[in-house]
């Protein structure tokens, strides 16, 4: 079975501080994403990766960076976080694109910042 | 660019009785269809997809879609519910040959006793 672990479920930082959510993928994956869901909003896309080190901005990457230095590994990064930035972060991964693979999910950071 | 709608945000049924989640999609370029399910406190699980062939899917749990080009459809349906069955459901689309899967809002079936 496909893994994708997201390190911490539940996280309260502070408005201002440096965040760092971690997701690893244990099936050699070439594609990853992160994204934030929010009740009504359904899942948006925040950045993707294709390979080590590349990436690409999705719907909503304002106030967010991320990091793939190795395979296996994607970071979302929030420079300095802020209260509309809570929500309910959720890694991904999936094979090739572009012939429908399927697109496997991690069990979700809930980030608070109060 | 692809779009996916889910014109219905809750929808209550009493279990063992049918059910019909909808998902509408916009597209210029041919499709890959999928729903997710997703369980309170959990990520979002394949339930079905469809690639290509036959235009109906099942899941291994009951539930089965099809995938209607001319009403650019893709419903979700059930025969008969279960409790367990509670979750939100998730219609998304990715257009052959790019790397976005477009996410529906979201469907709460809530299942009654």
């Known amino acids: 079975d496909v893994k994708v672990t997201q390190s911490s479920r539940y996280l309260v930082k502070r408005t201002g501080e440096k965040v760092f959510l971690e997701c690893v993928q244990d099936m050699d994956h070439e594609n990853m994403f992160w994204y934030r869901q929010d009740p009504g909003l359904g899942l948006r896309l925040i950045y993707f990766s294709y390979d080590v080190k590349m990436k690409e901005k999705g719907d909503i990457p304002e106030g967010y960076s991320v990091s793939r230095e190795k395979k296996e590994r994607f970071s979302l990064i929030l420079e300095s976080a802020s209260t509309n930035q809570t929500s309910m972060y959720l890694c991904a991964s999936s094979f090739h694109l572009g012939s429908g693979n399927t697109i496997y999910f991690g069990e979700g950071s809930w980030l608070t910042v109060v | 660019a692809q779009s996916v709608t889910q014109l219905d945000s809750q929808v209550p049924v009493f279990e063992e009785a049918p059910v019909e989640l909808r998902c509408n999609y916009s597209?210029?370029?041919?499709?890959?269809l999928f729903w997710y399910v997703q369980y309170p406190n959990q990520g979002l699980q394949l339930l079905l997809k469809y690639l290509s062939g036959s235009t109906l899917v099942e899941s291994i749990n009951g539930f089965e879609a099809e995938f209607n080009k001319s009403q650019t459809s893709f419903h979700l349906r059930k025969p008969s519910v279960h409790i367990s069955d509670t979750a939100e459901y998730f219609c998304?689309?990715?257009?052959?040959?790019?790397?976005?899967?477009?996410f529906g809002t979201g469907t709460r079936l809530k299942v009654l006793a």
């Open positions: 597209s210029s370029v041919s499709v890959y």
């Open positions: 998304a689309v990715v257009g052959s040959g790019t790397y976005k899967y477009i």
